[in-house]
């Protein structure tokens, strides 16, 4: 097994590995919890040779940078893995992704040359949110009056009760599309890293503070397909830059 | 369209409910095949929440057997939530499987294993979900064969006119022999329809189909006879005893949920079957004789397990797994192969001797002491020898303290209350007898830090056991005797401060009682408690006492008849007709020998006791030793990619 660890002590970090993974179809209903749990187990399906922890109750080096939210799809969520024998990335990837359900897919395997963390590479996300029961032409004018506000303020339900959070000052920018009479319609959006993070459905709530945007489908908003298909650095442009680029263009020390 | 996913439209309702990630399938194991590929169509239930019941070894078995064959597909169901339940209802979405999201109504077969009576009420929302008439007589062609199975199917009678069969004893035989005539049915053009399908079943003798039995009862109540209403059915249905473990090594792909369970571990079930005779214990009578599957096939099973699952945790399962015949050499084994890993072992065990303490000590090798737990479940002498459960007070406090001597620090006593002949006095022993472990723990250890939780049951007379004829305690009584219990317990300050109590009041056994030694017309109280609401009726804050007693009084069942009210020898039981190999007379004796005190040995190690299983089903004991070792597993390097 790939378990065995040498008496008196953990086997250090030889290699860190930069993951992108996607959450699809059904299985975007998947907790972050859930992921992180089907991650451990699949790094021992695939014989990872992960590293440990030390202490009395060694975890594995398994850091995560993002975590969609429950029932939200995603096609850009980033972690990193810390190992005690260097790995061809390729082949961790294809052993991974084997060992995982489909629809929790791992995309790219980078081994980590550049200092810094990832996540503070992570600046911005941009989403494809389908909206369900409303017409292009609402949403368009509901788009066009949030973007011209400087402040929406949006009630979210959280563990510690109800409280308010600014649902436009993220808000890079955002652009409805889609065709007349379909029985949803899309918005592109773009949205800033901030804390607490604005999440799609916070801006549907804030169109509809706004505009008084509402859905016919049954669960109204709630039933909105969120895809989040880029994270990564923010540029001035308004572009947004993979976060794992810089590995990619350095090779690697010890790969 | 038969067999479409149903899936478009639950997406839109699941991101209004708690954890939806239980409804959307996707597990690690699964099997998702074309519904026109095959021609039989298995639907399979363990009715309760996801996170209890996709453990379920049951069901993952037969869910692997059916899939492996050409002509079959199985998908699994579970009980919705009330929160999706709600929307389900609202927006037309029928109980659908888990698996390819089909609805439950368009499959040949809807089986589903019960393991407690209180999930009746959940078949019932499953069937009107699910868009099937609730009762067997108004189903059409269109329907699947709704089947029982697991321990509560050895008396289906409460839920006789909801079902339309039931299956006795081991499943995985009994599926497959159902699914071969169900295929040969439908390639014949499925003559005689939904009638003839069931006929055929019950024909082969261990399928019960209610439909074809009547019962006649006496003035008092009591049951005259259950007899065939046409000439070709058997008068008795038996049960399925699957022989040779080692060659059905299932599950050899377990499912592995994306969502937290209760149980997150790689199971085998290292034997079937237990005669240590305790007289309360259902699962020990009906799964006669003692089956073990072999040390190698166990040690294969545990290997490709992990690796197929990524588990790190193995539980060796059986209902007393201390006694497999091999069971040294299995945990030395298994501990020597995974030392080194993060591979924990456990042994659900609870046999009070120092040799259960040594296997424990062997898997808890890495150092972790978790707990341990002791099954005495008489609180006097006199009543284990009632019960059966041969444990000295010496013994028991003897082996208790070895456990804290060896490192354990906080050690579970599981008793039971209610018991046959039972008095205050009795439970009450249970106070006396903690108070002597931590006595004698803090002696022996020199230290404070010992600590015991007595934790109590409630006793549930079953069918198919000797106590199946005796009266069960009044609720008031039993929580009256656990009252005392509490303050007797906490009567010495000191001792009381290690020792914790925990049970269940005695309200929901009394309706256990009642479902399980049911018959037909208690199906009406199981109706009218789920059309007022009852739900998830084993889970403590979904269950209503009050709901169940209204529900009996509405349709006109007395609940004590059935519950405190002692049977006679004579009097025809409502699950004579369903044979488990157990000689009612043999089980009679044995009531008789309960009550005079009378223990009764094991027939693994004392010859035949001539309770009847082994002649009538043509089994017998299967034990080993083989004398086989298992060898050092060579470490892998490299990784692997699954296909
Ligand atoms: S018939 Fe005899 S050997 Fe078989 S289980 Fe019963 S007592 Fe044991």
Redesign the pocket.
Known sequence: MSKRQPPGGQAPVVQRVRIRYAKRGPLRFTSHRDFARAIERAIHRANVPIAYSQGFTPHPKISFCSAAPTGVASEAEYLELGLREAVEPEQLRTALDSALSPGLDILEAVVSSTPGSLADRITAARWRVEVPGVTLSSLSSAVDAFMAQEEVLVERLTKQGRRNVDARGAVVNMAPYGSEGAPCAILDLVVRQVTPSVRPDDVLSGLSVVAGLESSAPGGFLSCRATRLVQGTLTPQGEIVDPLELDRATPAVNG | MRGESLFPQLEQLLPQVSKPIQYVGGELGVTVKPWDSVPVHWALMYPDAYEVGLPNQGVQILYEVLNERADALAERTYAVWPDLEKLMRTYQVPQFTVDSHRSVGHFDLFGVSFSTELGYTNLLNALDLAFIPLLSKDRTDEHPIVIAGGHAAFNPEPIADFIDAAVLGDGEEAVLEITDIVAAWKAEGSPGGRDELLLRLAKTESVYVPRFYDVDYLPDGRIQRVIPNRADVPFRVHKRTTMDLDAWPYPKKPLVPLAETVHERFAVEIFR?C?RGCRFCQAGMIT???RERSISTVGQMVKEGLEFSGFHEVGLLSLSSADHSEIGDMCKGLADQYAGTNVSLSLPSTRVDAFNIDLAQELSRNGRRSGLTFAPEGGSERIRRVINKMVSEEDLIRTVVTAYTNGWRQVKLYFMCGLPTETDEDVLQIARLAQEVIKNGRAATGSRDVRCTVSIGGFVPKPHTPFQWAPMEHPEVIDNRLKQLKQAINSDRSLGKSIGMRYHDGEPSLIEGLLARGDRRVGAVIREVWEQGGRFDGWSEHFSYQRWIDACAAVGIDVWWYTTRERKQEEVLPWDHLDSGLDKDWLWQDWQDALTEFEQDD??WTP????????SMD???QIGPTGHKLLPLTPVNGLRVTT
Do not use: Q, Y
């Open positions: 079957g005669t006669r004789p003692v027939c693994r035949c006791f001539d309770c009847g299983v082994c002649p089994t017998s004991i």
